[in-house]
């Protein structure tokens, strides 16, 4: 059974900081998937990484692919505040985009 | 404008009540989504559909059911038989495309939150 793990789960940062957020997954797989939620709100796609070794940047944030270490990481650089939102990360367990597992998400909190 | 619409955004229900939620796409996608969200917890996937007439059962399919009438229409009713319906649903649909090189991922729906009375 896949299993996806995010961590960490809560993340307060300093405007300014950088940090990294982790997402391992336990079967193999080549796509994966970062996604943005707002409270209350629908889930936004940041990323979809295809192929080991893949590495997109936009903005501030970075996503990159390890496909032999089942992980993937989404770097955060200079935090603002406009970044706080929950990250979830998710896998395509079927090759075919229609079986995703996700995270649990990650909470980020940026603070001033 | 294409996209993804749900409706009610907000859903109240009596015990033993069945209600339907309704999912709306006009981005021409084969595959269809339902998730529910579980306040501080990642998305499960409770029905997913690729083609008119056909959808299979996520991991959380139990007390929920679903059809797949048109390809931009995929409904969701939540049953009495599911104990513990309050949640955030949503919905979400995609292309499906060639694995090789499509970088296509599952567009979201602005979501119902559903509540139980």
């Known amino acids: 059974e896949l299993k996806v793990e995010q961590n960490p789960l809560f993340l307060s940062m300093q405007e300014g900081k950088n940090y990294t957020i982790y997402c391992n997954y336990s079967t193999t797989s080549d796509r994966l998937y970062w996604y943005r939620q707002d409270p209350g709100k629908s889930l936004e796609s940041l990323f979809v990484l295809l192929s080991n070794g893949a590495v997109k940047q936009e903005g501030r944030l970075m996503a990159s692919l390890d496909t032999k270490a089942r992980l993937s990481t989404l770097h955060i650089t200079a935090a603002v505040h406009d970044l706080s939102a929950t990250y979830f990360c998710a896998v395509d367990k079927n090759y075919n985009n229609n079986d995703m597992r996700f995270g649990a998400g990650t909470r980020l909190t940026v603070k001033p | 404008d294409g996209g993804i619409t749900q409706s009610p955004k907000y859903l109240f229900r009596k015990e033993g009540q069945n209600v339907t939620l309704s999912c709306e796409q006009n981005l021409n996608h084969d595959a269809m989504y339902w998730y529910r969200q579980d306040p501080g917890q990642g998305l499960r996937l409770i029905y997913y559909?690729?083609?008119?007439?056909?959808?299979q059962k996520g991991d959380i399919a139990e007390g929920y059911s679903v059809s797949r009438e048109k390809k931009e229409s995929f409904p969701l009713t939540v049953t009495s038989a599911q104990k513990n319906p309050t949640a955030f649903y949503l919905c979400?649909?995609?292309?499906?495309?060639?694995?090789?090189?499509?970088?296509?991922?599952?567009?979201f729906g602005p979501g119902t939150r559903l509540t139980v009375l």
């Open positions: 979400a649909s995609s292309p499906l495309g060639t694995r090789a090189v499509s970088t296509d991922t599952q567009y």
């Open positions: 559909s690729q083609i008119v007439n056909d959808f």
